[in-house]
């Protein structure tokens, strides 16, 4: 007490000091949290940029869409071929064709993309195009803001078709046209060496099967058992290799068959892949998304601001207030210290 009348600071006008500092620092502590809100709010505002909510849920549908024309379009290599099938990578390829038929080979394929502001309407229209019997459906996939829809038509409905998605003013309207003449003589080449060899196979089995018939008689006959085992081990050992071989060779077979009539049923059709996105310029749900998530931001600001002002400053007292207890033993230390020392000295 007699230390704070020596500064003539009193006791009193400490502790007025100190709750008009803590006061002070709790004050500063929420002005500064709610400018934060305010401010984050307004960068938000000005930084973001918004875009319809269909996109978000329509990007997944277009990417099986996507696949399905990437496979589709001219010039591209991933087509099921004997390139990819023998060696698992498809390579460069450059749309070179033999001969002056490729022309009789050739599809179209249609990529269209259509925003609506009506999206039960334009895909209703879409979806009326399976009652005809040249048109016919593949896939489809709809959803509260998109539809997506992949389908084959005949040429000679083709006009009608193309005719009204054009109605429905489609944003892009991509057409492809190309041959497919090169992957029609690869199966077609690669089918005629598997059923060579196939037939090579056969042979080598049915020549196998007699010369060991005429080795197990000999061997039955000079009544040689050891020679006879072997020769019925080897016999079994070939012929279940040759067997395996020709399994292999006729799966190949098939996969191929199956895979040359589905491009020889492109020759017939004309595909579209199409798909529907809707545009709203007042979305709702977009709002009030957007005002459920500035809500959330300033409930999490203000309950940072209050664990600021109220358990953060109640921890940095607790670790002020031994500081501060410190600092008076230091204080008391020095003055008798001090003291000591000028007794000293002046002795």
């Given at each position: 007490m007699k230390f704070f009348k020596k500064g003539k600071i009193t006791f009193l006008d400490s502790i007025k000091f100190g709750g008009s500092a803590i006061v002070v620092l709790i004050l500063v502590v929420l002005i500064f949290a709610l400018g934060k809100v305010a401010f984050q709010g307004i960068s938000t505002g000005l930084g973001r940029t918004v875009f319809p909510s269909s996109m978000s849920s329509s990007n997944s549908k277009m990417f099986g869409y996507a696949e399905d024309a990437v496979y589709s379009s001219p010039g591209v290599?991933?087509?099921?071929?004997?390139r990819n099938i023998a060696d698992g990578i498809a390579p460069p390829y450059n749309g070179g064709t033999t001969g002056s038929t490729a022309e009789d080979f050739e599809v179209t394929d249609y990529n269209a993309t259509i925003e609506t502001h009506n999206l039960k309407k334009t895909c209703g229209t879409l979806v009326a195009l399976k009652s005809a019997k040249e048109v016919i459906f593949e896939n489809s996939s709809e959803g509260t803001s998109n539809c997506s829809y992949t389908f084959k038509v005949k040429h000679i409905k083709v006009e009608e078709v193309l005719a009204t998605i054009e109605k429905l003013d489609p944003r892009e309207l991509n057409e492809n046209t190309y041959t497919i003449q090169r992957q029609i003589d690869d199966f077609t080449s690669e089918m005629e060496i598997l059923q060579k060899k196939r037939a090579s196979i056969d042979a080598t089995l049915d020549s196998a099967l007699k010369a060991y018939e005429d080795i197990t008689k000999l061997a039955t006959k000079t009544q040689n058992a050891e020679a006879l085992a072997k020769i019925i081990d080897s016999k079994i050992q070939i012929i279940d290799r040759l067997t395996n071989e020709r399994i292999s060779i006729n799966e190949q077979l098939d996969r191929l068959a199956r895979t040359k009539v589905d491009q020889l049923d492109r020759l017939e059709y004309t595909r579209f892949y199409v798909s529907v996105y809707e545009r709203r310029y007042i979305?709702?749900?977009?709002?009030?998304?957007?005002?459920k998530q500035e809500i959330r931001n300033l409930v999490e600001e203000v309950n940072s601001a209050i664990q600021f002002a109220t358990v953060r400053l109640l921890t940095f007292l607790l670790w002020l207030l031994p500081s501060i207890l410190y600092l008076f033993v230091l204080v008391f230390?020095?003055?008798?210290?001090w003291k000591a020392i000028r007794k000293v000295w002046f002795n």
């Amino acid at each position: 007490m007699k230390f704070f009348k020596k500064g003539k600071i009193t006791f009193l006008d400490s502790i007025k000091f100190g709750g008009s500092a803590i006061v002070v620092l709790i004050l500063v502590v929420l002005i500064f949290a709610l400018g934060k809100v305010a401010f984050q709010g307004i960068s938000t505002g000005l930084g973001r940029t918004v875009f319809p909510s269909s996109m978000s849920s329509s990007n997944s549908k277009m990417f099986g869409y996507a696949e399905d024309a990437v496979y589709s379009s001219p010039g591209v290599a991933t087509e099921l071929s004997v390139r990819n099938i023998a060696d698992g990578i498809a390579p460069p390829y450059n749309g070179g064709t033999t001969g002056s038929t490729a022309e009789d080979f050739e599809v179209t394929d249609y990529n269209a993309t259509i925003e609506t502001h009506n999206l039960k309407k334009t895909c209703g229209t879409l979806v009326a195009l399976k009652s005809a019997k040249e048109v016919i459906f593949e896939n489809s996939s709809e959803g509260t803001s998109n539809c997506s829809y992949t389908f084959k038509v005949k040429h000679i409905k083709v006009e009608e078709v193309l005719a009204t998605i054009e109605k429905l003013d489609p944003r892009e309207l991509n057409e492809n046209t190309y041959t497919i003449q090169r992957q029609i003589d690869d199966f077609t080449s690669e089918m005629e060496i598997l059923q060579k060899k196939r037939a090579s196979i056969d042979a080598t089995l049915d020549s196998a099967l007699k010369a060991y018939e005429d080795i197990t008689k000999l061997a039955t006959k000079t009544q040689n058992a050891e020679a006879l085992a072997k020769i019925i081990d080897s016999k079994i050992q070939i012929i279940d290799r040759l067997t395996n071989e020709r399994i292999s060779i006729n799966e190949q077979l098939d996969r191929l068959a199956r895979t040359k009539v589905d491009q020889l049923d492109r020759l017939e059709y004309t595909r579209f892949y199409v798909s529907v996105y809707e545009r709203r310029y007042i979305d709702g749900q977009q709002i009030a998304d957007s005002w459920k998530q500035e809500i959330r931001n300033l409930v999490e600001e203000v309950n940072s601001a209050i664990q600021f002002a109220t358990v953060r400053l109640l921890t940095f007292l607790l670790w002020l207030l031994p500081s501060i207890l410190y600092l008076f033993v230091l204080v008391f230390l020095a003055k008798y210290v001090w003291k000591a020392i000028r007794k000293v000295w002046f002795n």
